[in-house]
T-cell receptor, first 115, second 111 residues
Framework: DTEVTQTPKHLVMGMTNKKSLKCEQH?????MYWYKQKAKKPPELMFV???????INESVPSRFSPECPNSSLLNLHLHALQPEDSALYLC??????????????FGQGTRLTVV | ELKVEQNPLFLSMQEGKNYTIYCNYS?????LYWYRQDPGKSLESLFV?????AVKQEGRLMASLDTKARLSTLHITAAVHDLSATYFC???????????FGTGTSLTVIP
């Protein structure tokens, strides 16, 4: 099973709303990631969790708040977003930070629209 | 600042033709990945290249890695329409699994 599951698939939220994106994997992977992808652009790394601890934050605004409740789950809490935050948000996992040759497996993404 | 650049950015090719996509990166790395993305879809892993001189082939696609030149290539042989997609290379920094993506190459194969 090489599946990373993201919910919801689509989300429309107002600028004053609070919402959360969820990601789950059952491959025993110890590294999990959030990426943001705008149309016709490459995915941009936002956060990396390694063994349930935040190891990388690529200077992401505080209106995005990641959480890793356990080794299988990754959340992204959203608050007071701006229309320019509308994008495809991709979750990924890999065997572990520092381990050789472990590609990242991606979920189907959440298409977020901020109105 | 890490840069991962691909060229061309857009590629339109006829069925049956061959072509190569290039991926140049600015950091020291032994690990290079190729992904495919169909419109509106997620990313599918194609190749994992782990060392200098690595070559992998799957069907009509072949990927190679030259870590000294910081260059990877994705060669397409006898293109078919089903290969139309956007192709990304991704570099993994030596400090760990941090996948930084190239600019992408949008490939259209014309019958």
């Amino acid at each position: 099973d090489t599946e990373v599951t993201q919910t919801p698939k689509h989300l429309v939220m107002g600028m004053t709303n609070k919402k959360s994106l969820k990601c789950e994997q059952h491959m025993g992977h110890r590294a999990m990631y959030w990426y943001k992808q705008k149309a016709k652009k490459p995915p941009e790394l936002m956060f990396v969790y390694s063994y349930e601890k935040l190891s990388i934050n690529e200077s992401v605004p505080s209106r995005f708040s990641p959480e890793c409740p356990n080794s299988s789950l990754l959340n992204l809490h959203l608050h007071a977003l701006q229309p320019e935050d509308s994008a495809l948000y991709l979750c990924a996992s890999s065997q572990g930070v520092g381990l050789m040759g472990t590609e990242a497996f991606f979920g189907q993404g959440t298409r977020l629209t901020v109105v | 600042e890490l840069k991962v650049e691909q060229n061309p950015l857009f590629l339109s090719m006829q069925e049956g033709k061959n072509y190569t996509i290039y991926c140049n990166y600015s950091t020291t790395s032994d690990r290079l990945y190729w992904y495919r993305q169909d419109p509106g879809k997620s990313l599918e892993s194609l190749f994992v290249l782990l060392s200098n001189g690595a070559v992998k082939q799957e069907g009509r696609l072949m990927a190679s890695l030259d870590t000294k030149a910081r260059l990877s290539t994705l060669h397409i042989t006898a293109a078919v329409h089903d290969l139309s997609a956007t192709y990304f290379c991704a570099v993994d920094r030596r400090t760990g699994n941090q996948f930084y993506f190239g600019t992408g190459t949008s490939l259209t194969v014309i019958p």
